[in-house]
């Protein structure tokens, strides 16, 4: 979509008629110009209605993104962040990483937060791609600096998908829960996702790109598109969420979380990180990179984040990588 069409979907984000005269005059275009992008808005998937004498509204109000109201809601946390906010990106963790790869600017760069309102190729782990619809999601990474190198950092997906939890549950969301190493669930349906990308030297210092996607309000087109059971914030809350207030909370307990690990590591979140484990004490199967499976009994997680487990052969650890986890039986 291109900056007019933007224009456009916030004007109609409050659901309320807009004659296609005031639309015009708003965005300094000809009638038939606000037909157009009403027509690329449609082309996006959002339902955009037109009644004759009417005009132009949304089947339901949308938030878009403000960054003087996420800056609003994020409390003590505000000095630490630079909010950067645009419309279409291909991926935020891609845009970062590229700018994370000069060392010379990199430090400066600390704490740079980078908002999408649409990503066109969002990306998870194992080369899955991250699907959310315009206003349907909270979509966001997070560039953050750490004096040490990539090994104190084993465990940080563990600790962000925490922050992710804390976040969720100060919105209202009862029973989300943390499956190893970096989505969060609810009945075993996905609500959100983190990928973390790394730059740096292996002692460090080192940069850690922090992706995350939440699902606030997934349309059906789209769900049918996801090859796996998700929900959203909406459906789990029964009402309509402020994407600006959700990703002001999650950022809150975000950074909190940041500052303490680079302090201590993982190990004081671990309790509670267990505590909200899908998994623990299940048995599972993973996936492993080449193909193989490997079946046991989850007993937990050490403190550089490995997956501990019992199988036949005594207890093995398994490191955060390209590794699927799913339970042998879904509890009734």
């Known amino acids: 979509m291109n900056t007019k069409a933007f224009k456009l979907l916030r004007l109609l984000a409050d659901a309320e008629f807009h004659s296609g005269e005031a639309l015009s005059n708003l965005l300094d275009v000809s009638r038939a110009t606000v037909w157009n992008l009403v ?7 959002i339902e955009v209605f037109s009644v004759t004498g009417r005009g132009y509204k949304l089947s339901m109000p949308i938030s878009m993104f403000e960054v003087e109201r996420i800056a609003q809601g994020l409390g003590s946390s505000v000095g630490k962040l630079q909010l950067e906010l645009v419309n279409g990106i291909e991926s ?8 994370a790869a000069d060392p010379v600017k990199a430090e400066a760069l600390h704490g740079i937060c980078l908002i999408a309102e649409l990503q066109t190729r969002g990306r998870g782990r194992r080369g899955r791609s991250w699907l959310a619809g315009i206003g349907g999601g909270v979509t966001f990474s997070l560039l953050w600096r750490f004096e040490q190198g990539a090994a104190h950092l084993s465990a940080l997906s ?3 998908g925490l922050a992710l939890v804390r976040a969720l549950e100060e919105l209202g969301v009862e029973h989300a ?3 190893w190493p970096n989505d969060v669930i609810h009945h075993h349906h996905k609500l959100a996702g983190v990928l973390i990308e790394l730059e740096g030297d292996v002692l460090g210092p080192s940069t850690a790109v922090i992706g995350v996607g939440i699902n606030v309000r997934l349309a059906e087109a789209l769900r049918a598109n996801i090859d796996q059971a998700v929900t959203d914030l909406e459906t789990l809350t029964g009402a309509f969420v402020d994407r600006n207030v959700a990703l002001a909370c999650v950022l809150r307990h975000l950074v909190a ?3 303490s690990y680079a302090e201590e590591g993982f190990a004081p979140f671990k309790e509670s990180w267990l505590a909200r484990h899908a998994y623990e004490g299940r048995e599972v199967w993973l996936q492993l990179p080449k193909g ?3 079946t046991g009994r989850v007993t937990g ?3 550089d984040g490995s997956l501990l487990l019992i199988t036949e052969q005594g207890q093995k650890r398994y490191t955060v990588g390209e590794i699927s986890v799913r339970a042998t039986a879904q509890p009734k």
């Open 39 to 45: 027509h690329e808005l449609r082309e996006a998937g």
């Open 92 to 99: 935020t963790n891609s845009a970062l990483m590229l700018r």
């Open 158 to 160: 563990l600790a962000v």
């Open 177 to 179: 829960k943390l499956k």
């Open 257 to 259: 979380v940041l500052e």
């Open 292 to 294: 193989e499976r490997q």
């Open 301 to 303: 997680v050490a403190d």
